[in-house]
T-cell receptor, first 110, second 114 residues
Framework: GIQVEQSPPDLILQEGANSTLRCNFS?????LQWFHQNPWGQLINLFY???GTKQNGRLSATTVATERYSLLYISSSQTTDSGVYFC????????????FGTGTKLQVIP | DAGVIQSPRHEVTEMGQEVTLRCKPI?????LFWYRQTMMRGLELLIY????????DSGMPEDRFSAKMPNASFSTLKIQPSEPRDSAVYFC????????????FGDGTRLSIL
């Protein structure tokens, strides 16, 4: 099956700093999702992005499907950004089989 | 709009007991997914339903696990008998079958088997 790798595995930021999280996937995908798992364990949709770039406030994402990677940008980080960020690839098969990466654990310190 | 609703939020029970987790998908969604999250294995897809029919249950760990979707608005994941290694957070997600629609997750059920 498809492999999804995320980097870095862990990241500590000073509040106000910017960061880039990366997601590589091993095969062609129909789509890609970014999630934020907050300290309470909730999985929050951030982006659903097959290609191109999307922005939502301080967050933006870019997927280059032909090169099999996606990037999540966090600007002016805040302590509420702490948590684990997952990317999830939707395969090109007949249904939405989703494979999650192992996540990037982000801690934003004041 | 109501999101995906899971119950209970937390469950603590002794090994050997039957455990039933419940999920109500978002109205209008016809795809439903059960996931399990552990420290060791991360997020794993257990089973996927489309229009109430199980399409892929290859992720179900063993015969102690079973899932049903009797109608479009309700699904259960049952573990019988439960074992300590089943302790995990179980998520339910739903989406439209159109592959261009995202999956929306419930808040999960944190299961502890003693």
């Amino acid at each position: 099956g498809i492999q999804v790798e995320q980097s870095p595995p862990d990241l500590i930021l000073q509040e106000g700093a910017n960061s880039t999280l990366r997601c590589n996937f091993s095969d062609s995908v129909n789509n890609l999702q970014w999630f934020h798992q907050n300290p309470w364990g909730q999985l929050i949709n951030l982006f659903y992005i097959p290609s191109g770039t999307k922005q939502n406030g301080r967050l933006s994402a870019t997927t280059v499907a032909t090169e099999r990677y996606s990037l999540l940008y966090i600007s002016s980080s805040q302590t509420t950004d702490s948590g684990v960020y997952f990317c999830a690839a939707l395969n090109s098969g007949g249904y939405q089989k989703v494979t999650f990466g192992t996540g990037t654990k982000l801690q934003v310190i004041p | 709009d109501a999101g995906v609703i899971q119950s209970p939020r937390h469950e603590v029970t002794e090994m050997g007991q039957e455990v039933t987790l419940r999920c109500k998908p978002i109205s209008g969604h016809n795809s439903l997914f059960w996931y399990r999250q552990t420290m060791m294995r991360g997020l794993e897809l257990l089973i996927y339903f489309n229009n109430n029919v199980p399409i892929d249950d290859s992720g179900m760990p063993e015969d102690r696990f079973s899932a049903k979707m009797p109608n479009a608005s309700f699904s259960t994941l049952k573990i019988q008998p439960s074992e300590p290694r089943d302790s995990a957070v179980y998520f339910c997600a739903s989406s439209s079958a159109n592959s261009n629609q995202p999956q929306h997750f419930g808040d999960g059920t944190r299961l502890s088997i003693l």
